[in-house]
């Protein structure tokens, strides 16, 4: 009876050693996986766009450019706050903290200069499913779940498999 | 109850209606993605609570400033509605008002058309703060461009055209305004009609660089003509320069504008109006960055033989040092030591402390 319990024991404490290995081995993983892919800029198959420098694209994201070149206006999709994405997007277009970022969208708002904020998106399949649903919207994701119904914009000339591209 | 108070009362109570009203509608300044399907508002609130502690004076005290409500609806892809609200502490109660109402129609990125009442965008400041404390980094508006100045009409009463002009990395953008000048209180706009037949007009040309991002330079002109007390008319020509840092480590932000009056009757009888500030903050790096130091200097310079303003003792130097702590997301505290020297040759010491913050669920 003893040493049933202590073999159970023992295979329990290796079932919850192998299954932290296991959560730290994925939580690894992942990390690796997001910060080896580079985000890809997505818009609206519609959208009349295929290449943005870096200048251009920062100047859609603080709605400085507020429409596309056929008038429809741009709709922003920014992930919620604490996604690596979002990160990322703040530290290398934006070239804000997330408290800068917050200020300059409360500030552009109380000058009139834009009729709303941008729009909270909660996940990757969020962001697809409405780039895909509205019109001249705009978004970021990592390009290893980029979709096919949706367009990867080109920036300084490059798409994110390629060498050099920026938002890598 | 007196008929002003109950007009007071009721515009308060008919803000706050709308407020609540499109609150319960969709209260996000960011909101969670979806589809639009109608129209859409937004609301935000700005307020802030002082001390101030003057040396000499037995005035010494609390004061609330400004309690402001701005309202913004986008009423499909072009046509906006923005509103900016305030009630301020007085001797004798609270005084509530619109600051701004904007009607807005964006054709294109170059081309925005608006009517409403604005803050007139003469430099940098009076129209890229307004009335929310929390967004500044002092404790204070610049004296050349505090609510109430004389020396820049701060609000106008017209229509504005604005947008981009296809400049690559300069980044250029223009804003043509026309509308009421100066009421016979020259501090106020015309709000219930012009006081002649002369509109007064206005002009801004802005670069906010793409190759350097962060940079905003800026040039204004600005035109109107006044009717004075005796029935003679001033011309007066205001142009306007800025230069901005924009980002906060550092942020710099410097104004110059010279105005010059002049009889209509006889020009000989004319005055120059020259004012300036120059302000410089620092957002402190790491785990620090809560912290932002800064200094402004300041001076406004105006001609006795003014017409418009020679009478009005404007004549002023500042030196300003003081930090801001944004403990909170949504809120701030600052601390301000003044040093003013004012027309009548009084120097002037003062403290100010005051905790400011935003309502938004951005």
């Known amino acids: 009876m003893r040493n049933s319990f202590h073999n159970l024991h023992h295979i329990l404490r290796r079932l919850v050693v192998a299954m932290g290995l296991l959560i730290v081995g994925s939580v690894l993983f992942a990390a690796e996986e997001l910060t080896e892919s580079p985000i890809a800029i997505v818009v609206h198959k519609d959208t009349p766009v295929e290449n943005l420098s870096l200048d251009e694209l920062r100047s859609i994201f603080?709605?400085?450019?507020?429409?596309?070149?056929?008038?429809?206006?741009?709709?922003?999709?920014?992930?919620?706050?604490?996604?690596?994405?979002r990160t990322f997007v703040l530290d290398r277009i934006y070239q804000m903290s997330e408290a800068q970022f917050r200020h300059y969208w409360i500030a552009?708002?109380?000058?009139?200069?834009?009729?709303?904020?941008?729009?909270?998106?909660?996940?990757t399949g969020?962001?697809?499913?409405l780039v895909v649903a509205i019109p001249g919207s705009i978004s970021f994701t990592r390009a290893d779940a980029v979709t096919d119904n949706v367009k990867v914009v080109r920036i300084n000339g490059l798409l994110p498999d390629e060498d050099g591209y920026p938002l890598k | 109850m007196n008929r002003p108070l109950r007009y007071q009362l009721f515009t308060l109570l008919f803000a706050i209606s709308c407020v609540t009203t499109a609150h319960g509608q969709d209260a996000t300044s960011s909101e969670t993605a979806y589809v639009p399907m109608g129209p859409e508002f937004h609301v935000m609130g700005f307020g802030d609570i002082s001390y101030i502690s003057k040396d000499g004076s037995n005035a010494d005290g609390f004061t609330v400033g400004q309690v402001v409500a701005h309202l913004s609806a986008s009423l499909g892809d072009s046509f906006g509605v923005f509103g900016e609200f305030s009630s301020t502490a007085r001797d004798s109660g609270y005084a509530t008002g619109v600051e701004r109402l904007i009607v807005k129609y964006d054709y294109s990125d170059q081309f925005k058309l608006s009517a409403g009442r604005y803050h007139t965008p003469i430099g940098y400041w009076n129209s890229g703060f307004h009335h929310g404390a929390w967004l500044q980094t002092t404790v204070s508006r610049p004296e050349m461009v505090k609510f109430g100045s004389k020396i820049v009409p701060i609000h106008f009463v017209g229509i504005l055209l604005e947008g981009l002009i296809p400049s690559g990395a300069l980044g250029l953008n223009y804003k043509v305004g026309l509308g009421n000048g100066r009421h016979s209180n020259i501090a106020a706009a015309g709000d219930t009609g012009d006081i002649n037949s002369d509109k007064a007009w206005m002009v801004?040309?802005?670069?906010?660089?793409?190759?350097?991002?962060?940079?905003?330079?800026?040039?204004?002109?600005?035109n109107d003509e006044i009717p004075l007390a005796d029935g003679?008319?001033?011309?007066?020509?205001?142009?306007?320069?800025?230069?901005?840092?924009?980002?906060?480590?550092?942020?710099?932000?410097?104004?110059y504008l010279h105005s010059t009056h002049e009889l209509l009757t006889d020009s000989s009888i004319s005055g120059n109006v020259d004012a300036w500030y120059a302000q410089v903050a620092y957002r402190l790096p790491g785990r620090h960055s809560q912290w932002k130091p800064y200094v402004r200097f300041e001076q406004n310079r105006?001609?006795?033989?003014?017409?418009?303003?020679?009478?009005?003792?404007?004549?002023?130097?500042?030196?300003?040092?003081?930090?801001?702590?944004?403990?909170?997301?949504?809120?701030?505290?600052?601390?301000?030591?003044?040093?003013?020297?004012?027309?009548?040759?009084?120097?002037?010491?003062n403290f100010r402390l005051q905790i400011s913050f935003v309502l938004t669920k951005m």
Do not use: C
């Open chain 1, 62 to 85: 603080l709605a400085d450019q507020q429409f596309w070149s056929n008038r429809t206006r741009i709709t922003l999709l920014v992930r919620a706050p604490q996604s690596d994405e």
């Open chain 1, 108 to 123: 552009k708002m109380f000058r009139a200069e834009v009729p709303r904020g941008p729009k909270i998106v909660f996940s």
């Open chain 1, 126 to 129: 969020m962001a697809l499913d």
């Open chain 2, 204 to 222: 801004q040309l802005n670069s906010k660089s793409r190759r350097f991002y962060g940079l905003n330079v800026g040039l204004g002109f600005y």
């Open chain 2, 232 to 255: 003679t008319d001033v011309l007066e020509n205001t142009f306007s320069a800025h230069a901005v840092w924009a980002k906060e480590s550092p942020e710099i932000v410097f104004e």
């Open chain 2, 302 to 349: 105006v001609d006795d033989s003014d017409p418009l303003l020679g009478a009005e003792a404007l004549n002023f130097d500042s030196g300003v040092v003081g930090v801001r702590w944004d403990f909170n997301p949504y809120a701030t505290l600052k601390a301000e030591y003044r040093n003013e020297k004012f027309d009548d040759g009084i120097r002037e010491n």
